[in-house]
């Protein structure tokens, strides 16, 4: 069903990826307008929109092969997804960073280097975040070390297809 959809797919994430970050963007500008709190602007035009970017490239990048990975390698994609947009959802009930989770896990299994470049600059920019402005090593590390298990778990899941 994905592989016969996966045109359609593709377009569509094509555009999710354009509008939504947009939209982030233009909520935060909107915030900041109302409110003139400088956090809440950053927050959504920083923080939130390049994840809206990221999240929808990484779900393109899958769809390439998605027929040669197994049920094991899916359902790890979708665990890691599911967390990440969990943690978005729930906040500090979670103790780990959805970011870090996401960015961790997509950087190590996406072979695709403008892909790569881009998960390195959001983790960058999320531990910038996470360290200095929030001061949470807590979640940085927790979200940080699930994603490197979840990413080494499917590499060593993927060689041994």
Not at 64 to 83: C, E, N, P, Y
Not at 129 to 147: C, E, Y
Request: overall charge positive; cysteine-free; hydrophobic content about 60%.
């Amino acid at each position: 069903m994905v592989v016969a959809n996966r045109p359609w797919l593709d377009r569509w994430l094509g555009i999710v990826a354009a509008v939504a970050p947009s939209l982030a963007v233009i909520a935060g500008l909107t915030h900041y307008a109302v409110t003139r709190d400088v956090a809440g602007v950053r927050f959504l035009a920083l923080y939130v929109a390049p994840m809206f970017l990221a999240a929808p490239l990484w779900l393109r990048h899958r769809l390439v092969g998605f027929d040669q990975r197994s049920a094991v390698m899916h359902t790890i994609d979708a665990v890691v997804l599911a967390l990440a947009v969990a943690r978005f959802g729930f906040g500090e009930m979670l103790p780990f960073s959805g970011h870090m989770l996401f960015l961790t896990y997509t950087a190590i299994t996406v072979n695709a280097a403008g892909y790569r470049w881009l998960a390195v600059v959001l983790l960058i920019e999320t531990t910038i975040f996470k360290l200095i402005l929030w001061r949470d090593p807590a979640s940085w590390s927790v979200g940080l070390g699930l994603g490197a298990a979840a990413g080494i778990i499917a590499m060593m899941m993927q060689r041994r297809q």
